[in-house]
């Protein structure tokens, strides 16, 4: 089944250490995009990458980093910088510049605390 | 970035018809409307998305005001998996005067299905 696979589903560091997050689609989309979510709030955008090997940042990307060597894989590190990483972190992917009218596909996301 | 406007909450009874209503008084002319839902736990779903014209597909309706200042989702009838938030997003860019675009989440609106 195509599909975009986040992992893993829960995560706990202490404070001090980076993490990677997985983020993988076999939907052959050119687009794949981070977004952060607090409680009661809306999706922010973290990074974005429109193609292999380029990626932008989003509105909050302080404190993270991200690579996209594969068009499958787009991996997002949250390093020590971030100051209240603790959030729900949503992977996306779309086909990308070809069309502003298409969907977005979103992973099941990770749950992410710092403890 | 063009911002929408929705009701933070709304009740409805099963099998009965519901109307989410959305107003984007500042889209410009090629803005694509596009709803999305949450689950709790869950990463966004795509449910429709329009330009000018009304569109219908398996899982609801979207009706665009001929101003397109505003747009109501239908759900002909309401489940209760239904049950969840509903996001009303213009797909804007991400760079002016670029070609890269993304999804601006608000606060959606909770809608809750009574049995």
Redesign the interface.
């Known amino acids: 089944d195509g599909g975009i696979t986040?992992s893993p589903k829960y995560l706990f560091r202490k404070e001090g250490q980076n993490v990677t997050l997985s983020c993988e689609q076999n939907l052959n989309h050119d687009?794949m995009?981070w977004?952060r979510q607090d409680p009661?709030?809306?999706?922010?955008?973290i990074y974005?990458s429109?193609i292999v090997n380029d990626f932008?940042k989003?509105d909050i990307a302080e404190g993270y980093s991200v690579s996209r060597e594969k068009k499958e894989s787009f991996p997002l590190t949250v390093t020590s910088a971030q100051k209240n990483p603790t959030a729900?972190y949503?992977c996306?992917s779309s086909i990308g510049?070809r069309g502003?009218?298409t969907?977005?596909?979103?992973?099941?996301?990770t749950?992410l605390t710092v403890v | 970035d063009a911002k929408t406007t929705q009701p933070n909450s709304m009740e409805s009874n099963e099998e009965e018809p519901v109307h989410l209503p959305c107003n984007h008084s500042t889209i410009s002319g090629?803005d694509?409307i596009?709803w999305?839902r949450q689950l709790p736990?869950?990463?966004?779903?795509?449910v429709i998305?329009g330009?000018t014209s009304n569109v219908n597909n398996r899982m609801a309706s979207l009706a665009i005001a001929e101003d397109r200042k505003s747009s109501t989702l239908i759900l002909h009838r309401a489940t209760l998996r239904d049950a969840a938030v509903y996001?009303c997003i213009l797909?804007d860019l991400?760079k002016s005067g670029g070609?890269?675009?993304?999804?601006?989440?608000?606060?959606?609106t909770l809608l809750t299905v009574n049995p």
Do not use: M, V
Request: charged share 15%; no cysteine; glycine share 16%.
């Open positions: 986040q687009a995009y977004y009661g709030q809306g999706l922010r955008l974005y429109q932008q989003g729900f949503l996306a510049n502003r009218n969907e977005a596909f979103f992973g099941q996301g749950r | 090629t694509y596009h999305y736990s869950q990463g966004p779903e795509y998305h330009l996001y797909r991400i070609s890269n675009y993304k999804l601006t989440f608000g606060k959606g």
